[in-house]
């Protein structure tokens, strides 16, 4: 297809900006706020690429999200706009996946004292693990003056900071010291090394750097790469985006919004625009449609922005509104958490039977430990006949990426959902299979005598569904499917026990499940979350919307860390309020947990004054 006969997929129409993004040939970073439609930018983007073989064949294109769903999210629209055999050529990654493939592809690369074993464990390091490390490292020498105390928190964040070899001549501090002693117990302290995802990515970012010849394989392989939520992009992996790519003749777009920085605590690299903009020599762009929130959300959203960034922003909200006063927001005030539940329970009820929302239209967000301020909340829901569950576990379990052959084989064996369903899991398994249509048949038919013996297994009344039964059915679907296969495709799955632990769980989830409904295909729904309204942090909430969100909690105890890095609690705050369509109720329990204030969290309070928000008080 030539460029300028390329319009838009599936009619959707992108605002001037967004349209100059798609066709720019250079590297770009696009400024995008809530609602912009950054995930349909570098979807449509794609589409233009790949269809006008702008991206010329055999080259791919990578993206790089954050988030596992993020990726899979991005990947699945680029096959919905463009078709399976286009989107063959959309790799669409985590920054940790991108690295471990790197690292897991080329390992006999890497010098002896930073490469891994062959099998290894991937694990976390918490400020908590320091003292077991001063324990089992190697004591240094006591005459080299050193003071011995150091912040466990700030090395906990920073022993991978440094670029890969680390130099013996530069220890000259005990935090130097252990950093080093960590890399080296590590890697060569045991068996099996123990690695953690900063470290993986050092790494990488090592091994492409210290090998030409890979480098340039890599960088051979992509045409264009896309930098999602780029504003959160670590200093490690800015790193190895830098060292990747940067002075290649690939064409990087990163797509972000400043106001929605919400990874500080985790390292999240201040000024990372401007330093992509000198590294990359990038054009800016700035989008400044809202296409989710009503104009009344758009309104008090601008306002709040102004006041963080002390600017004059202009941001529009879409055209499909009826009227400039469309939207709620609203803070709701109550004495106790029983009162605070019991309405919210009623009034969202409310909303479902008269607004005819369905359960996944309602978003409850809280800042933290969503057990704690939600469990009265969720009781009283119950009561009323709505399902609710916590979602952070559900959420990572389902963008795993065997899940989709899983939920595939039992909806087809379970539901009425047969052509979709029967079509996607067709094209996967190929897909899988290297695309080899001469299989296409031979796949059918092995699926299909699958499904229809799979069918009569769970209708067949005499056996008793367990954990294990359905640990059991998982574990043939996905030797159906092609299991080395699928570790061959996903690197997550190559290493260790992950794959295993993943599968248990998901057999867990599904019996909880069904042992709530005795029906597997209202238990398939339940497991996908259909039934429930989601309960989940503000930082799970990124990228996701809602009709009517709650935000329970607007009060000192949940923005505990307010005082020591506003900010970042600000920008927080703003990624939860930016959640909603058309309702957003904030709310502010005085005898919360012994006792609440709003004095840390002030600040936020009087931006929503200064945007007119108005106060209610409901006990």
């Not at 803070?331 to 039977?353: G, P, R, Y």
């Not at 009425?416 to 249509?437: F, H, M, T």
């Not at 296969?485 to 989830?509: D, M």
Request: with cysteine.
């Amino acid at each position: 297809m030539k460029k300028e006969s390329w319009i838009p997929k599936d009619g959707v129409i992108l605002e001037k900006a967004a349209q100059e993004v798609v066709r720019y040939e250079g590297s770009a970073y696009v400024l995008a706020g809530p609602g912009a439609g950054k995930t349909e930018l570098l979807a449509q983007k794609a589409c233009y690429l790949l269809e006008t073989n702008t991206s010329v064949y055999p080259a791919r294109i990578l993206a790089i999200s954050f988030k596992r769903d993020a990726a899979k999210n991005l990947k699945e629209r680029v096959e919905k706009r463009s078709g399976k055999e286009f989107a063959n050529r959309f790799v669409s990654l985590t920054y940790d996946s991108f690295a471990k493939q790197i690292m897991d592809r080329f390992r006999l690369t890497i010098p002896e004292f930073y490469r891994p074993s062959l099998e290894y464990e991937i694990v976390n390091f918490y400020k908590r693990d320091v003292p077991n490390l001063r324990e089992e490292a190697e004591e240094p020498s006591e005459e080299n003056g050193w003071n011995y105390y150091f912040d466990y928190d700030l090395f906990a964040k920073t022993y991978a900071n440094e670029r890969l070899p680390l130099r013996v001549d530069k220890i000259n501090s005990i935090e130097s010291w252990y950093k080093y002693q960590l890399w080296k117990n590590y890697i060569n302290g045991k068996e099996n090394s123990s690695l953690t995802f900063p470290m993986i990515s050092r790494i990488a970012e090592y091994l492409l750097r210290s090998n030409p010849k890979i480098l340039r394989a890599i960088r051979a392989t992509y045409s264009h790469v896309f930098l999602d939520e780029f504003q959160d992009t670590t200093l490690i992996q800015y790193d190895l985006v830098r060292t990747t790519f940067m002075g290649s003749n690939a064409s990087v777009t990163a797509v972000g919004d400043v106001k929605q920085k919400i990874m500080g605590w985790a390292g999240a690299l201040d000024g990372v625009f401007n330093q992509f903009k000198l590294d990359f020599k990038a054009k800016e762009f700035e989008m400044v449609l809202n296409h989710r929130s009503a104009p009344n959300l758009v309104r008090i959203q601008t306002s709040i922005i102004n006041d963080m960034m002390g600017g004059s922003t202009v941001i529009t909200p879409s055209n499909k509104w009826k009227n400039e006063d469309e939207g709620i927001c609203e803070i709701w005030n109550f004495t106790n958490a029983s009162e605070e539940a019991k309405t919210l329970a009623t009034e969202i009820k409310t909303w479902i039977d008269q607004e005819k929302l369905e359960r996944r239209d309602v978003g409850i967000l809280v800042r933290q430990r969503a057990d704690m301020y939600c469990d009265m909340l969720i009781n009283e829901l119950s009561n009323l006949g709505i399902h609710s569950r916590i979602e952070d576990q559900w959420q990572d379990l389902l963008a795993e990426n065997f899940m989709k052959y899983i939920i595939d084989v039992f909806s087809l064996a379970t539901t009425d959902r047969g052509p979709k369903a029967w079509s996607r899991l067709i094209s996967n398994v190929l897909s899988l299979r290297g695309n080899d249509e001469t299989e296409s048949y031979q796949v059918e038919k092995e699926i299909n005598s699958f499904i229809v013996e799979f069918k009569k297994t769970i209708k067949y009344e005499s056996i008793k569904v367990t954990k294990k039964v359905v640990e059991q059915w998982l574990d043939k679907i996905l030797t159906l499917i092609g299991l080395d296969l699928i570790k061959s495709s996903y690197p997550e799955y190559r290493k260790g026990k992950y794959l295993e632990r993943k599968v248990k769980q998901t057999a867990e989830f599904l019996f909880y499940s069904y042992e709530k409904h005795k029906v597997w295909y209202k238990a398939i729904d339940d497991f996908l979350g259909t039934y429930s309204i989601p309960i989940m942090s503000i930082h799970k909430s990124k990228g996701l919307e809602f009709e009517s969100v709650v935000l329970l909690g607007l009060e000192d105890g949940a923005f505990w860390n307010f005082e020591k890095s506003p900010e970042d609690e600000t920008f927080t705050f703003f990624v939860a309020m930016s959640r909603a369509k058309t309702r957003m109720i904030f709310t502010f329990c005085k005898n919360r947990f012994n006792g609440q204030e709003r004095s840390k969290v002030n600040d936020i309070y009087q931006m929503l004054e200064n945007a007119d928000v108005k106060q209610f008080k409901w006990t």
